[in-house]
């Protein structure tokens, strides 16, 4: 019922900064979380950050950094990345939680991924 597509991945040095973008489309309802994970090559996925009505929340590697916002009326969540190191290599996931229930995240839905590359 719900999609989601990420934009505004690419190439950058280490120590620039870029925007990413995950527009949903669907019956989302009106209580939706919605959140960013990353994959690096060679290894897992894992959680970097996620927002709701209550507000956000962010993964110590990137804290001061990365930052995650929404434009509700839009069904739009950015994620600001600031300063990044090579590390930050991976491509990145939006993912959406319609649950409405609040406690731990259902990440029912995921887009495609958009892939980041920070080199020297």
């Known amino acids: 019922q719900v999609q989601l597509e990420e934009s505004g991945g690419g190439w950058v040095q280490a120590g620039g900064s870029l925007r990413l973008s995950c527009v949903a489309s669907?019956?989302?309802?009106?209580?939706?979380?919605m959140g960013w994970f990353r994959r690096a090559p060679g290894k897992e996925r894992l959680f970097v950050a996620a927002i709701n009505d209550s507000g956000t929340t962010i993964v110590d590697s990137v804290r001061g950094r990365f930052t995650i916002s929404r434009d509700v009326a839009k069904k739009t969540v950015y994620l600001q990345m600031n300063n990044l190191k090579i590390e930050d290599t991976a491509v990145y996931y939006c993912a959406a939680d319609t649950s409405g229930l609040g406690g731990p995240y259902q990440w029912t839905y995921w887009g495609q991924g958009t892939q980041v590359t920070v080199s020297s």
């Open positions: 669907g019956r989302t309802g009106t209580d939706y979380a």
